[in-house]
């Protein structure tokens, strides 16, 4: 059975970008992303931690990957212990949407965390400005800064040459109309819940139409969508774990995918995907239902402070 190539998409920026990423969170450590100070999601100072944080990155890196997407720190220890050059490496992290009024601060704290000279790429993690969150739960967001101005404060890291391109993440073709009246920089990447139920049809071509790269982030849909009967049957068909299939459906469609694994065996199966045929292809199409799984409104419909409405969801 013949195996797709791995290949690269080309920035706005002229940056090369690989279409397969490991996106790497320390989910014992960290329970909620908004809740962590400076860099969002960087691991505890404990050296176990610090362990795994190393040695997750560097099993990616020996299984082939090329782009890691990921707010832990230690990665450029990992880089360097790999024998690869840093500039063979394409590092993607995150603006948390509780810095959104300390930009420069936090994206130089970013580059302390991870142990870098530069970002290859810098995404915005949400249009709303998230103030707190109360004990309970409940996510406090502010009027300002609004992603607008935060979008100018992005253009300026990106002016500074320490981010080599600059994106957005969970922007909706709503709130990308409203940024791009201002923008001197169009968004590089818009990085999106996007799997076979939530197919993201018409923000995939309102993106393409603006060169915009739209990259998916749970890709598999987690198992609700790798259990569905008609992924199950068409692995069973190719011989390859639903992920997989999944994973080619993705990159049949030109979409980049950051799919989350620690472990060493599912990394280099996420580099080792089937070519699908056109009626695969169409099988899985036809389960998209616009059901999100990983960002669900809570029971005030709300999603990080914000309703469906103000998403543009």
Partial sequence: MPFLPIDSVTLSSGIQMPV???????SIELSILIALPANGSWAPSTGNARAEVKDWTLT??????????????????????????????????????????????SFSESLTNLGVDYIDLYLVHWPQCVASEEADGTIQVA?????????????NIFEGKKARAIGVSNFSIKNLEILLQSAKIVPAVNQVELHPYLAQNELRQYCKNKGIIIEAYTPSGYSKVRN?????????KLAVTPNQVILAWHLFRETVVVPKSANEERQRENLNLPVLGNEEVEQINAL??????????DKNGLVFGWTMEQLGW
């Fill in 60 to 105: 990616a890196l020996k299984a082939g990957y090329r782009h890691i997407d990921t707010a832990l720190g230690y990665v450029g220890l990992a880089i360097k212990e790999s024998g690869l050059k840093r500039e063979d490496v394409f590092i993607t992290t995150k603006l948390p949407c509780t810095d959104y009024s300390r930009v420069k601060d």
């Fill in 20 to 26: 397969i990423g490991d996106y790497l969170f320390h």
């Fill in 228 to 236: 569905d009967p008609d992924i199950v049957r068409i692995a069973q």
């Fill in 143 to 155: 009027s300002y800064p609004t992603f607008v101005e935060v979008w100018a404060e992005m253009e």
């Fill in 288 to 297: 998209d239902r616009d059901e999100r799984i990983c960002n669900k409104p």
